[in-house]
């Protein structure tokens, strides 16, 4: 990991995080025992689920590197709270058509949008539910908690077959945006990421589930069918895509003939960016939290490239850059470059950018 844990990056990354959650640093044990995460801003009845994916993973972060056991109860209070709201119906009367209270997950979980339907309504995204499971993965890692995993596993089995057609093709396809019930799609073409999403966390699951475990062997066979197809024409010029990309690939870099392979390719399309003065647009004409994702893919990796002191000097650019703009860590007053809605996900993805910890490989070995 190119990023370090230093003083000055722990205060800024806590005050991100207090930005969105709340003052917590000094909770005691027992007022942590009751804490509710506050409702944010950008999700509807206050949870968004990429959003709190990367809080869970941060208190596991700061778990670990302070050895301090309030960061994760409230990485579990967080992640029982978004069950017990993203799991549910929009009204909060039921859960998800599927879902019980043995299987809580066996009914997906919703994005959190704020409206209902429309071209930006509620439903589930196949890449936001693979970053929950991540999240819960990390976190049976972190406090030796089997059942985390368990609960990860079946939100994989229950989404796998509704996201995912002509499973026994040569080549399946997968849908972007499924409804709130998993009854339809509600966006047909395939995400750039969702096959190699799916596998990389997938593998990570079953890993996780034990020695041997062959838990999810099918459903990763059918991403990787769909992964073999996609990686050698990989190409992409959004900054939160790269990153993303970047940070998929590194668990399977110089093991994977795919994993390798792609995040060669991101790192080309990344430098071109960079070369051709993406960065250095106005930022009224940027996305902070898109570039934070830029940031986690570049320092999650150890991988020695020609490129990498320029990427590590670009990450160091963007934090500042946004910094700079006080759109981060504490959104100042009037500023103009960040939308109210986008708050909870820049702070908390700002985060992630200075210190991914959790998000990398080997964090949970040391």
């Given at each position: ?19 969105v959650?709340g ?28 959003t ?11 778990h ?51 409206e209902?339907?429309?071209?930006d ?50 080549r ?13 799609p ?11 999403d ?23 066979c ?5 992964l ?11 900054s ?57 893919g ?23 850059t ?12 009037g ?17 992630t950018?200075?210190?991914?910890g ?9």
């Amino acid at each position: 990991m190119t990023a370090h844990f230093t003083p000055e990056t722990q205060q800024n990354f806590l005050a991100a995080m207090q930005h969105v959650y709340g003052p917590f640093t000094h909770l005691s044990p027992s007022s942590a025992s009751t804490w509710t995460p506050p409702p944010n801003s950008e999700g509807h009845r206050g949870r968004y689920l990429w959003t709190d994916a990367f809080a869970v993973i941060n208190f596991l972060t700061l778990h670990k590197s302070t050895s301090n056991p309030l960061y994760l109860t409230l990485a579990a209070h967080l992640i029982q709270n978004v069950h017990d709201i993203l799991g549910y119906s929009r009204d909060g009367t039921k859960r998800l058509d599927g879902a019980t209270d043995a299987e809580p997950l066996k009914g997906g979980l919703r994005i959190g949008k704020m409206e209902e339907s429309g071209p930006d309504g509620d439903g589930q995204y196949f890449h936001y539910l693979t970053i929950w499971m991540f999240a819960l993965n990390r976190m049976s890692l972190a406090s030796g908690t089997k059942t985390y995993n368990d609960l990860a596993l079946q939100l994989a089995k229950t989404v796998h077959p509704r996201f995912m057609v002509n499973r026994h093709s040569q080549r399946p396809r997968m849908f972007w945006k499924m409804s709130m019930d998993l009854s339809h799609p509600l966006v047909r073409s395939e995400g750039n990421l969702d096959p190699i999403d799916g596998y990389v966390i997938y593998k990570l699951l079953q890993q996780t589930d034990g020695e041997g475990s062959t838990v999810l062997v099918e459903e990763i066979c059918d991403y990787k069918k769909i992964l073999e197809t996609k990686w050698r024409g990989y190409s992409s010029d959004d900054s939160l895509d790269l990153g993303m990309t970047l940070w998929t690939s590194h668990w399977f870099e110089g093991e994977e003939e795919w994993a390798t392979g792609l995040s060669q390719r991101a790192s080309r399309d990344l430098g071109k960016l960079n070369s051709e003065g993406y960065f250095d647009l106005p930022t009224a004409y940027r996305l902070a939290f898109r570039e934070f994702g830029t940031c986690l893919g570049i320092r999650v990796r150890d991988t020695a490239t020609e490129l990498q002191p320029i990427f590590e000097a670009l990450a160091r650019k963007l934090t500042t850059t946004w910094e700079t703009k006080n759109v981060v860590p504490v959104p100042a007053g009037g500023t103009i470059e960040v939308r109210e809605k986008l708050v909870p996900i820049t702070c908390v993805m700002h985060a992630t950018a200075l210190f991914p910890g959790a998000f990398q490989k080997d964090f949970f070995c040391h």
